[in-house]
């Protein structure tokens, strides 16, 4: 036989018939398991699981009071301290000088100091005057005067070494404050409308409720090792102050017609590299169960949240696979034991969300909303404010949800002489647009993720702005404030993908060959609000990127062109999805 014939022979696949043969069918891989545990067990899938089952992150506190604060940073075990710390607010802070450039080329133990960044955990952002002095003191004597206001109503420290953890704990909880699961694999600080219990629209109080979820399930080792991190927003208030559409749990007060007041019930929002709004399971939610509904929700997430990869241990990617008809039929039929009732969705805003400016209380008595500048502050000035409020007559005020401050109780014929006395501190409760509107998250100066500076980039901005479009603000053009918010790396702490202009951090190319801390630009996200009826993602336009020397520039032109050619009636976040790319560079 010839080598052609052999050739032939080797690839005729006819039969006697001359018909081929039908193909062996083809067998698909196994999918691998997500790590669900009512799925497929909890035999740990990853190293991070293995150490959270081993010895779970809320056992750290007795070492460090014990150990670590004694014996000092070298003596920490390498699982505590990048692991179950986290359990107790801590985590280590970026050594300074590292350029943003090598945050993605060091390794963690290259990146960190030997100091430590302190989140206090605040509930429904509620403080009293005594214990924001507190705050205040541990920052100065501990914290190197440093004080942030996050946007999810917490305050952080920094320069906190272990060897002052546990006095810090100490006066924290003489006071009734803790940093109990401030971060880690938990339910994280519960967001609560900042003008609860006090405002005359209120729908529903929910602070018996975020002190019932505190009280119950903060420090419980039944729900102290969920898949990641877990957030909650609750609010009464018809401005949905809390973000709700970003969080993993939330409720937004509404009116049921025949059942009265109680929530509207969403879940599986977040952002991050891979951002998804919430979704409304369409119930309603009576304040009588919503402790209850709370912990269905937490312990759906607990048990069928997807534990094999960190990339997608987040409830939305269960959402995102379950639908909400799946996940409504589970929480009723495996948690609640019980249907829950048909519910609409809260009307759209009336006001503003961040509370910004004097307003009065149902009581008579007046509440201020006050702006520093991109949430920094310091111990100094909490302490001077603390006694600046009690020299009013006011004792209590709240964090809110948007880096700012909400004082309450003021007596009517204190509200201007307390307004001049905080603009003296830096707080103003008639700021700029742009000061009202900016937030930025830690950045480089402390975040061992970062990769640009964000706190002194937002305040020269904020500056340049004010000076630079003034003339279109005393024209009156220009009258809604329009959200910047600046991240330091792709994480969105500082939620770039629902403002207004979103700026997440990067290193860009130069001219020379080098590189520069530079954004990629994201326009036209927003959540609820007065002037928006539903949230949605901001639009990212390929190439559109703008070095931080450059970012007042940029954010002048392009409100100058949404000035110059928007619509009667036109957000800028409309704009910004209708224009031409060729208008947005």
């Not at 009581?363 to 006050?370: A, E, Q």
């Amino acid at each position: 036989m010839t080598q052609t014939a052999l050739a032939g022979a080797a690839t005729d696949t006819t039969d006697a018939h001359g018909a081929a043969p039908a193909r062996p069918a083809r067998t698909r891989p196994a999918a691998k398991p997500h790590g669900q545990w009512k799925i497929d067990g909890t035999a740990p899938l990853n190293a991070n699981e293995a150490w959270k089952q081993d010895d779970g992150g809320l056992s750290v506190r007795e070492r460090i009071e014990n150990i670590y604060s004694k014996q000092g940073f070298d003596s920490i075990e390498g699982t505590d301290l990048h692991g179950r710390f986290r359990w107790w607010g801590l985590y280590t802070q970026r050594k300074q000088g590292i350029d943003g450039g090598k945050t993605a080329t060091l390794e963690p133990h290259e990146l960190e100091d030997k100091y430590f960044m302190l989140r206090v955990r605040i509930d429904g952002g509620a403080l009293t005057t005594e214990q924001l002095r507190v705050i205040g003191q541990l920052s100065t004597e501990f914290g190197r005067d440093s004080a942030d206001l996050t946007d999810r109503q917490n305050v952080q420290l920094h320069w906190v070494r272990v060897e002052d953890v546990p006095e810090i704990w100490n006066r924290l909880e003489a006071a009734g404050l803790s940093t109990t699961e401030a971060c880690g694999d938990v339910p994280r600080v519960i967001l609560g409308s900042p003008v609860a219990g006090i405002a005359k629209d209120e729908i529903i109080d929910p602070t018996p409720l975020i002190h019932e979820l505190s009280a119950r399930f903060i420090g419980d080792p039944e729900l102290a090792n969920l898949p990641r991190k877990y957030k909650t927003a609750i609010t009464g208030h018809p401005s949905q102050d809390v973000v709700h559409e970003i969080n993993d749990f939330a409720l937004v007060g509404v009116v049921h017609p025949e059942l009265g007041a109680g929530y509207d019930l969403w879940v599986g929002g977040g952002l991050s590299t891979n951002p998804r709004l919430a979704e409304r399971l369409g119930v309603f939610v009576s304040p009588d169960i919503a402790a209850e509904v709370w912990l269905g929700v937490t312990s759906i997430f607990r048990d069928y949240g997807y534990r094999r990869m960190r990339t997608k241990a987040r409830l939305k990617f269960l959402l995102n696979d379950w639908g909400t008809a799946k996940f409504r039929q589970i929480l009723e039929d495996e948690y609640l034991g019980h249907k829950l009732p048909d519910g609409d969705a809260a009307p759209k805003p009336t006001s503003p969300g961040d509370h910004i400016g004097v307003h009065e209380q149902k009581d008579g008595k007046f509440f201020i909303g006050v702006a520093p500048t991109v949430g920094r502050v310091s111990g100094t000035i909490l302490s001077k404010l603390a006694d600046t409020l009690e020299a009013h007559g006011s004792y209590r005020l709240r964090t809110t949800p948007h880096q700012k401050l909400v004082i309450l109780d003021v007596p009517k014929d204190e509200v201007e002489p307390l307004i001049v006395a905080m603009d003296a501190l830096g707080l103003s409760a008639r700021p700029s647009l742009f000061r009202r509107s900016t937030i930025a998250c830690t950045g480089i100066e402390y975040c061992k993720l970062a990769i640009v500076n964000t706190k002194d980039t937002a305040a020269h901005a904020i500056t340049e702005l004010e000076r630079r479009l003034a003339d279109l603000v005393d024209s009156g053009e220009l009258t809604q404030p329009i959200a910047l918010n600046i991240n330091g790396c792709p994480n969105s702490c500082a939620r770039i993908q629902t403002a207004d202009i979103g700026l997440k951090g990067m290193m860009l190319p130069t001219d020379d060959g080098g590189t520069a801390p530079g954004f990629q630009v994201h326009l036209g996200g927003g959540l609820a609000t007065d002037n928006r009826a539903e949230a949605g993602l901001g639009r990212t336009i390929r190439g559109l990127k703008v070095t931080a020397a450059d970012l007042p520039d940029y954010v002048e032109r392009v409100i100058r062109v949404y000035i110059a050619h928007r619509e009667s009636g036109e957000t800028f976040a409309e704009f910004a999805h209708r224009a031409d790319e060729g208008l947005l560079q």
